[in-house]
């Protein structure tokens, strides 16, 4: 199957500082990707669909201004968490389509900690 | 928007016993469904998906079965064994759609013991 790749897999960043996570379809091009954040035991929470070339389209109650989207290639879409907060402690994973087909590969998930 | 409910929520079997978690979804429009097995702080697999155009699906021990009148589609393992301990998700979108967003259900625990 199609290989998605998401980077960094773990990062602890201190309260107010931005991180900047990473999601690559390595053997696909991607015009949409999917960001969701899930927390321990429990589902997970689509964000945000990331467009290439366009703006991101955010969940009701998912902050634009808090998480940032680039989707600036075929292959790349990044989420920034700006001025995080231990509240924003949590897993985010993002998902990619092969164009035309619907099965969605996921990356490998990035465990945000802030302290 | 879509609505998909799932449950159990933790479902705990003998190794060799069968498992059968269920899921309904709100939007007749779906036609595609997805179930996905997440193993505790790694990415959810696809282990099998049914389309709204069959009934039921088959794949080694694995099955999954669509009632699409009624709105709720079921995954059923049989022979479980340890290594089926996951969580499980089932989803649902429509295919078709230009890109589909697919909307998870909350989630069942499978606790396989030996």
């Known amino acids: 199957g199609a290989v998605v790749s998401q980077h960094p897999s773990w990062v602890i960043c201190k309260s107010g500082t931005s991180v900047k996570i990473e999601c690559r379809s390595l053997d696909f091009q991607a015009t949409t990707m999917f960001w969701y954040r899930q927390f321990p035991k429990q589902s997970l929470m689509l964000m945000a669909t990331?467009?290439?070339?366009?703006?991101?389209?955010?969940e009701q109650g998912v902050e634009k201004d808090k998480f940032l989207i680039n989707h600036a290639s075929l292959t790349l879409s990044t989420l920034t968490v700006t001025s995080a907060h231990p509240e924003d402690s949590s897993f985010y994973i993002c998902s990619a389509s092969v164009p035309g087909t619907t099965e969605a590969f996921f990356g490998q998930g990035t465990r945000l900690t802030v302290v | 928007g879509e609505n998909v409910e799932q449950h159990p929520s933790t479902l705990s079997v003998q190794e060799g016993d069968s498992a059968v978690i269920k899921c309904t979804y709100s939007d007749s429009a779906s036609n595609y469904f997805p179930w996905y097995k997440q193993e505790l702080g790694k990415r959810p697999q696809l282990i099998i998906d049914?389309?709204?155009?069959?009934g039921e699906k088959k794949d080694q021990r694995i099955a999954v079965t669509l009632n699409k009148t009624a709105k709720h589609f079921s995954l059923h393992i049989t022979e479980t064994q340890p290594e089926d301990s996951a969580v499980y998700f089932c989803a649902a979108s429509r295919e078709g759609s230009g890109y589909s967003t697919l909307t998870f259900g909350k989630g069942t625990m499978l606790l396989v013991s030996p």
């Open positions: 049914i389309r709204s155009n069959v």
């Open positions: 990331s467009n290439e070339g366009s703006k991101a389209t955010y």
